[in-house]
């Protein structure tokens, strides 16, 4: 029986409940492949899976996103590759482990120009913006997009899609940071309606990502021209918003939800196939990375869960 280090939680709460474990390697089914991690990203929503916000099966090995090499599956064997998995880490045990069993149907190659540590970051952040701004909102060439928590991964994500897509971006944040867009709104200290529609000569964004929800989403709403349209992906706080039923009908906007944990195995491929062309040409940039191993699970968890600094953390399984 071979034997791999996986991270794991048999009960929810914060990171300390996570330990490492010796487990068996997983036995392959039909139409399954094994990957070899080399890489996997930790996101807020993996605190969030361990603390018991998608009440996860019991026990777990947590993790979405990852990067590595097929060791068995029939016609994958041997390639580089990357994404996310559906159910990882709820369902399914997940990436923080060295080794995860993904559906061949759900497999999508590593671009060559990115590192297995750059690759297993892009995962769900470019999912939720590309589900959002394309799949779900089918973003236009020359259309102004509000993007809210733009300093964000999501939200930066968010902003190199747009541009690939040829859109304006205006980004918001609570914060004075720079960020790359054609504009950028302080939303403590201005009122995010009033800027947005200065900056659009009185008419409103054509479509709003939010990537913050909560008290964000109503300013959001108020910021959309005639017809436009809201992406919602997220919400901080307790997730229970008030806004004007008549004036969202009289503005005959259109609000859209879209969620990265329903997609299924081949939908999540199929993005990730459409993101490489994004990287190879260079229309997109992965952020910096800190690494850590599996063995300072606890501290790396804590680093997301405190969301401090800008880089991306991400756990290289094999190291010891």
């Not at 390697?25 to 139409?31: F, N, R």
């Not at 080794?99 to 970051?121: H, I």
């Not at 930066?156 to 205006?170: D, E, F, L, N, S």
Request: hydrophobic share 40%.
């Amino acid at each position: 029986m071979t034997i791999m280090k996986a991270l794991r939680f048999a009960k929810y709460g914060p990171p300390p409940v996570l330990s490492i474990q010796q487990l068996p390697v997983p036995d392959l089914k039909p139409g399954e492949a094994l990957v070899e991690l080399h890489a996997s990203a930790i996101n807020p929503s993996d605190v969030k899976n361990v603390a018991g916000v998608f009440k996860a099966s019991l026990p777990r090995i947590p993790g979405r996103d990852f990067a590595g090499v097929v060791v068995a599956g029939d016609g994958w064997t041997g390639k580089e590759v990357w994404g996310s998995g559906a159910g990882f880490g709820v369902s399914h045990d997940g990436t923080h482990a060295q080794y995860v069993v993904v559906s061949s149907d759900g497999l999508s190659e590593k671009p060559a120009s990115l590192s297995m540590e750059q690759a297993s970051a892009v995962g769900v952040p470019y999912l939720a913006a590309w589900s959002g701004l394309v799949d779900a909102a089918n973003i236009q060439p020359g259309e102004t997009v509000l993007i809210t928590g733009a300093l964000g991964a999501v939200g930066k994500a968010a902003t190199q899609i747009a541009y690939w897509k040829k859109a304006k971006v205006i980004g918001a944040d609570i914060s004075d940071k720079s960020s790359d867009v054609d504009a950028f709104i302080n939303t403590r200290a201005k009122e995010l309606p009033v800027e947005v529609k200065a900056l659009t000569n009185g008419k409103g964004a054509d479509l709003v990502f939010d990537a913050v929800g909560g008290p964000m989403f109503e300013p959001c709403l108020k910021s959309l021209r005639l017809g436009g349209r809201q992406v919602a992906i997220t919400s901080i706080g307790s997730g229970r918003v008030e806004f004007s039923l008549v004036d969202f009908y009289h503005n005959l906007s259109r609000l859209i939800g879209v969620d990265t944990m329903k997609l299924t195995g081949p939908a999540i491929a199929k993005i990730m196939d459409e993101l490489r062309a994004g990287f190879e040409d260079g229309y997109l940039r992965t952020s910096p990375v800190q690494s850590w191993s599996l063995d300072q699970a606890i501290d790396a968890y804590t680093a997301v869960e405190k969301g401090t600094g800008l880089s991306k953390h991400v756990f290289l399984p094999r190291r010891n």
